[in-house]
Every structure is written in C-alpha cells, then in structure tokens.
DNA sequence: GACGTTTACGATTAACGTAAGGATA
DNA sequence: TATCCTTACGTTAATCGTAAACGTC
C-alpha cells in the first residue's frame, strides 16, 4: 500500500504525459520501451499517490478525467524545471 | 548502480534542501524521521541521478558545493510546483 | 475472436535500519 | 575521544515482465 507520501518521480509524471497525449496505455509503453502491465502500475501509483483517479477506464480504451486535465499543464511545467535542472548543472 | 534515468524524486528534493538548510546530514535525518544512512543514501542517489556532487565532504560537516548552490532554488521551484499540483487535485 | 487494460505472480532491483568504520577537531 | 558522515550487510518494500483474465468492439 501506497500512502500521501511525496513518492512521486519524475518517471511517474513522463508517463502520466505520454499516456494524456497518446490516450492509450499501450503506445505509452512502446514509446517508453516498458511492459504495458508496468505503465497501468506507474499510473496506479500516481493516482494513489495524489489521491485521485486520473483516467476514466471505458471498456476498450480511456480518456483523461477531469482531475487529470488540471495535472496536464502542472506536470508539464514540473518536468520542464526538472530538465532545466539537469542542463544547469551538466555544465 | 543508477543511470542517469529520470529517477528523481520530491523526497530527494525534499532531503536535499533540509540538509541544505541545516549544512547537516543528521539533523535532516531527524526532522524527516530517518535514520542518517538513509538520508547519505537518498543524497548520494541524487548526486547520481544528476551527474554531480551537490555537497562537499569536509570530515565533521559538509556545505554545499557550487552545483548544490545552484540547485537550490530550482529545487524549491519544483516542490512549489508539487504542492501545487496536490492542492489543485485535492478538492 | 481481436484489441486494450487489469490482475496475479515470481524475480530482480531499490530503500531502509542497525552496526561498524573512517575522518576531523 | 566525541561528533558526524560513510560503508557493509541483512531485511523489507517497490518495480518489472510474463502469463492469464476481463471488458468492449
């Protein structure tokens, strides 16, 4: 079990993004060379993580939830710092 | 041995700006209930992640090395962010 | 039945705490 | 020797991939 720690990793939010962008779990995985089952557990444990259900499951395929909408640009911002992070400090 | 993935997380940040703060690997330990292994280890993960050293080792104490300098703030940015993200989602 | 996500499960990897070691004052 | 950081090591928890199951089309 996964508590309201601060857990969270960078990797988490990657995937959460490629997941909104593509709509699909499977291309996620592809595009992140991961076992599909792996890109359904990351999820997982970001939706604990924050307490919050990010897509809605339907059947076949998904879409982004309402609170999953408002994490897009949050986590898109959060992983621009990071990288800006990393090329700070390569130097 | 960790790569340079995109491993990093908010409780390495976390621990990274407590031991900033206090120049002192022990009393971060005790503010987030950690043994003082645990906190090297969450450091020295870090410094891995980011290709650098962020503290410069001077026997008794330590203090932050330039590159440690200029993570700082960037640091405090994506925790901001984080929380950000957590009170956006908690409603 | 084909496609896409989830669950189950065993194996590999990472994180932690206790105890011992090393370095400085 | 007292203080603080690091290394060693055994244990516990998290992550992954394969295989099977579930739900839509």
Do not use: C
Request: glycine letters at 6%; charged letters at 25%.
């Amino acid at each position: 079990m996964r508590d309201s720690d601060d857990a969270l990793t960078i990797d988490q939010l990657n995937t959460f993004l490629l997941v909104a962008k593509y709509s699909s779990f499977h291309i996620a995985a592809e595009k992140l060379f991961l076992s599909q089952p792996s890109v359904t557990s990351r999820i997982q444990a970001l939706e604990n993580d924050l307490g919050v259900t990010l897509f809605v499951r339907q059947g076949r395929g998904i879409k982004l939830s309402d609170q999953g909408e408002k994490l897009v640009p949050i986590a898109k911002r959060i992983i621009g710092m990071y990288h800006k992070a990393r090329t700070t400090l390569e130097n």
